[in-house]
């Protein structure tokens, strides 16, 4: 049985890898690949937050008792990337090199750092936590839709 | 608070406590250049009061300011620990390094006892109330390799600090230069490999990966190289009773550990997955091809004795290590964390909409960005021939040093401005 950290560690390089192509080609000025990989990668992201904020992050709160704890700060950058994808997908449709890179530079640090907290730290805390549930937590997680 | 670890990674120091430490380190690296450029005794040899001025305005006055300012602001992320009473610790540690630091450089260059015996006393408070915080923070953290390589740097600084002290202390009576040599070998070797180095690799376990999105290091060099390079030292320190070929095996073995580490972050780094042109990459491999230079130059004193002897010879690896690689690696490092964190602070406060404020590559204007960067370049080309012709270069190394460090601070209070301009607030 994988663990949440596995699970969503993995995750987390998969959309990484999308991030990485969609970039290249957005770089290159290759837009019509571009917009292709930017859209796999904003799927990609949205079914990851997804899975977070209608399964994890509740299953944690319910099982810690800590609403107002690391899931809150969680939500809030969750909440902040949304609004860089937002910029990037316009950059993306007006064709525009500087504002999708300035975008994409400042997402790639904030997903980074929220990753590492979350590898670090929350995963293996929700693992803990969540003890004999995980299976049923991961199985609710796969269960979203994508 | 709470004391369980890993819970309060929340925390993130306001930008203020952080940004002095950054906004200030730049100022001594223009009174290092300075020194370069009025002082040709400067880069003449490693024991003239003004190159130990020029030293410990690059050490402490630009390294130990911004490292000092990174890890109050990444121990929350890195760690999930916090600093204990961040904004005391950072307020004290801040003004403290800065007077004492700048004492200290006066004491070296007039020669006066009292200028001398202030710097020391601020220098030991300003780490005295960081280390304790560390260790707190550190204590409390999750361990991790990252974590693990700041434990063993802190320790490093604890080693470093005292004996600085000690040395402090001989050179202003006990006049003794066998146990003054043993001591500053000691001195530089925790400041330099063990301070400066295991805190790089520390945060390069965690962030060479994240910026350019790389593979992780290979878990046995994380896990294992602080711990090693520090057993090393603390063996190496003990350098005037051990026999002259143990000392020289102790060596091999940190040219090995530094080698490791920069073979393998130019290694992980050419197996990037962005590969967009990135003024922190560039920096980060003049760093790691630094550290191998000062290797190659180890190498070379060993076959050719005559030059081990010279003055040029320690000259030339403070140049690298300090210039070539330490400078560069912070300096790159400052280049991703001061937009970033004029980003995220701006956004948090005006819970600002998409594209309301500037992002990271709007902060600092990228073609400033390559120019600092040029001149950097040049100016370690020059303070690498101002090793063999001091009197000839010194004066067009400080210059170019000089003007690098100025555009290194306009870049990062760039980022101030438009944060500012933005309606982000300070206090």
């Known amino acids: 049985m994988s663990t949440i950290l596995e699970y969503m560690g993995s995750d987390h390089r998969a959309c990484d890898d999308l991030f990485a192509l969609a970039e290249e080609a957005a770089g290159n000025k290759n837009w019509d690949s571009a917009r292709d990989l930017f859209g796999k990668f904003q799927a990609a992201m949205a079914h990851h937050l997804a899975m977070e904020e209608e399964v994890l992050f509740p299953a944690f709160e319910e099982r810690t008792g800590m609403s107002a704890g690391p899931t809150q700060v969680m939500r809030m950058e969750h909440e902040q990337m949304r609004a860089l994808i937002a910029d990037m997908a316009a950059a993306a449709q007006a064709g525009n090199v500087s504002a999708y890179l300035g975008a994409s530079e400042t997402l790639n640090m904030l997903m980074q750092q929220h990753n590492l907290k979350e590898e670090n730290m929350l995963y293996p805390m929700a693992d803990r936590a969540l003890g004999a549930d995980r299976a049923a937590v991961l199985h609710s997680m796969e269960a979203v839709s994508k | ?427």
């Open chain 2, 1 to 427: 608070m709470s004391t369980q670890p890993g819970l309060a990674f929340s925390q993130a120091p306001p930008f203020s406590l952080p940004l002095r430490f950054f906004l200030t380190a730049p100022m001594f690296l223009i009174a290092a250049s300075i020194l370069i450029a009025f002082y040709p005794e400067a880069l003449a040899s490693r024991w003239t009061p003004q190159a130990l001025a020029l030293t410990h305005a690059l050490t402490l006055g630009f390294l130990a300011m911004v490292m000092l300012g990174a890890m109050l602001q990444m121990l929350p992320v890195v760690a999930g620990s916090p600093l204990p009473a961040p904004r005391f610790v950072a307020r004290a540690s801040h003004i403290a390094l800065t007077l004492g630091t700048a004492a200290l450089l006066a004491g070296f260059l007039l020669g006066t006892p009292k200028a001398f015996a202030a710097g020391v006393i601020l220098l030991l408070a300003a780490f005295a109330v960081f280390i304790a915080a560390a260790a707190i923070s550190l204590a409390r953290a999750a361990s991790n390799a990252t974590v693990n390589g700041m434990r063993f740097a802190v320790a490093s600084l604890v080693f470093t600090v005292a004996l600085g002290i000690a040395l402090a202390l001989l050179r202003a009576g006990w006049e003794n230069a066998p146990i003054i040599e043993g001591a500053s070998a000691a001195h530089v070797g925790f400041g330099l490999l063990g301070w400066v180095l295991l805190l790089v690799a520390g945060v390069a376990w965690q962030v060479v990966p994240m910026f350019q999105i790389t593979p992780p290091y290979p878990p046995r060099l994380s896990r294992w190289l602080a711990g090693a390079m520090f057993v090393l030292l603390a063996l190496r320190a003990f350098a005037p009773l051990l026999p002259h070929r143990g000392v020289i095996l102790l060596d091999a073995g940190l040219a090995a550990g530094v080698l490791l580490f920069a073979f393998h972050t130019l290694n992980l780094q050419s197996r990037r997955r962005r590969k967009l042109p990135d003024i922190t990459l560039d920096y980060w491999r003049l760093g790691m091809a630094s550290l191998i230079a000062c290797v190659l130059a180890w190498l070379v004193a060993q076959l050719w004795p005559a030059w081990a002897k010279s003055n040029a010879y320690p000259m030339l690896l403070g140049v690298l290590f300090l210039v070539g690689f330490a400078v560069s690696v912070v300096a790159g490092m400052l280049y991703k964390i001061v937009p970033f964190l004029a980003w995220f602070h701006l956004q948090a406060q005006l819970q600002a909409k998409a594209g309301t404020i500037p992002n990271m590559k709007q902060m600092i204007d990228e073609k400033n960005l390559r120019l600092q960067f040029r001149l950097h370049l040049a100016a370690l080309a020059l303070l690498v021939a101002a090793v063999a012709w001091p009197d000839a270069l010194h004066m067009p190394a400080g210059i170019v040093l000089a003007l690098s460090a100025l555009m290194l601070w306009g870049n990062l209070s760039s980022a101030l401005r438009r944060y500012l301009q933005h309606g982000g607030r300070l206090a």
